[in-house]
């Protein structure tokens, strides 16, 4: 190969990793996420929050007077990523009465081990991201909803999964040219990586791989579509996508 053609490779190698790093870099978001943030701003956990307090509710057009203030907070569009936040306050407070007959049900099942192993407290309340990583390639935890989980998971592959449940890191995604070795550069700089649960049962794991996948097939979900989770996980169903 000439040095022309050595410099057309380098450079087009450079092109690549810059495009690659930048669409990495860009933030993904859900209404989730955005709605846990909105809350904290605008003071709605002070007493939504509360589980001595009723929550938002779904149905509602928008924020209701729940929160005996004689007037409720002016709010704005961003409330209805506030309800979708606190439906899934609404779930962990009651995943023992969803659990209570249904532990067979994969939904309840995966939630009972993501709980357990508190997998929801660095990648966000049902998987749908929120935890500041300082160092790492985006700034944070990615979620199980989106491009950045199916980018570390080649594609939400199950062996992909699985590696990163077991290890803490599927070394396969490692060994691509260029994008490896910049993701290798971040993985060791970040704050917060991934532990090692390989100390799991095996169906435990396989349990836990079908869970994030059905999550990531979710997609980022809307306060109907938590409602939505939350009415399979209840029932004899297979996994199908919640937001339609």
Avoid at 97 to 124: K, S, T
């Amino acid at each position: 190969m000439g040095y022309t053609a050595l410099l057309i490779a380098a450079a087009m190698a450079l092109l690549y990793a810059g495009n690659w790093t930048m669409l990495r870099m860009a933030p993904e978001s859900s209404p989730v996420a955005r709605g846990a943030a909105y809350a904290q701003v605008r003071g709605c956990v002070e007493c939504h929050g509360l589980t001595e307090k009723p929550l938002l509710d779904a149905n509602d057009s928008g924020c209701s007077d729940l929160n005996e203030m004689p007037r409720h907070p002016d709010y704005d569009t961003a409330c209805s990523d506030a309800l979708a936040y606190f439906e899934t306050v609404r779930l962990r407070r009651n995943f023992a009465d969803r659990a209570r007959y249904n532990m067979d049900n994969p939904l309840i099942a995966g939630e009972h081990l993501v709980r357990q192993y508190h997998c929801f407290n660095c990648h966000g309340q049902l998987g749908q991201g929120g935890f500041k990583n300082s160092k790492a390639l985006t700034g944070y935890v990615p979620g199980y909803f989106g491009s950045d989980f199916r980018d570390l998971t080649r594609n939400a592959d199950p062996e992909s999964v699985r590696e990163w449940i077991m290890h803490g890191m599927d070394s396969a995604i490692l060994e691509v040219p260029v994008s490896g070795r910049i993701a290798a550069f971040f993985f060791k700089r970040q704050a917060v990586g991934m532990p090692s649960y390989k100390s799991l049962k095996p169906e435990e794991i396989e349990i836990l791989v079908n869970y994030v996948i059905a999550l990531n097939r979710c997609g980022p979900v809307t306060a109907e579509g938590v409602r939505s989770y939350s009415q399979q996980s209840r029932s004899k169903y297979s996994l199908t996508r919640i937001n339609q």
